[in-house]
């Protein structure tokens, strides 16, 4: 999706601090590289495309060239072992030992928005973004860029009150049409 944060692993590579992504011949900006992984962002110009090149070179030689599927938008959060990166407002992590509770409001982070409209100086989703937990609409506060870390999507809700379930419960993230994959959890109390 344009703007989606991307990850490429690679063989060894001598001098990551030579390499170069393309997509469609723009230049993707590589956010994190080192010897075996490279972490980039798709240019937000590939909106309205099928299909685009990727292209990884080193110092001008192509060591690697892909055909990638484009979509409006590819939500996802981002996650360990299928629990949410997520917080409260003052940083504290959302995890088995401290879990959210109902009317707390909480940001989770992710990726894949796709393109981003600007409205009162913050970039916000362009395509309709709602999100259920355990199948329960949250009250959504904000979705849109996180400030000042270039993909990643930020969204800030309020834990619905009438959520029935407890522990570790399933979080649903559509943006437009698209929605993010079905094993991402949050914890609730």
Do not use: C
């Amino acid at each position: 999706a344009p703007g989606q944060i991307l990850t490429l692993s690679t063989p060894s590579l001598d001098r990551p601090d030579l390499l170069e992504i393309t997509i469609d011949n723009i230049a993707a900006p590589i956010l994190f590289a080192n010897r075996t992984q490279i972490n980039f962002q798709a240019p937000y110009s590939i909106s309205g495309r099928s299909r685009v090149q990727l292209e990884l070179r080193m110092g001008g030689a192509l060591l690697h060239r892909s055909s990638l599927e484009v979509a409006g938008a590819n939500p996802a959060f981002f996650e360990s072992s299928g629990l949410i990166v997520a917080t409260f407002p003052d940083g504290r992590l959302i995890t088995d030992a401290t879990p959210a509770r109902s009317g707390d409001t909480i940001i989770l982070y992710g990726t894949g928005e796709g393109l981003l409209r600007e409205a009162n100086g913050l970039q916000l989703t362009f395509l309709p973004t709602s999100v259920d937990i355990a199948g329960v609409p949250a009250d959504l506060l904000y979705a849109g860029a996180a400030p000042g870390f270039p993909g990643l999507l930020q969204i800030n809700l309020r834990v619905p009150p009438n959520i029935r379930l407890r522990g570790r419960v399933p979080v649903t993230l559509r943006i437009g049409a698209f929605r993010n994959p079905t094993n991402q959890f949050l914890v609730i109390e």
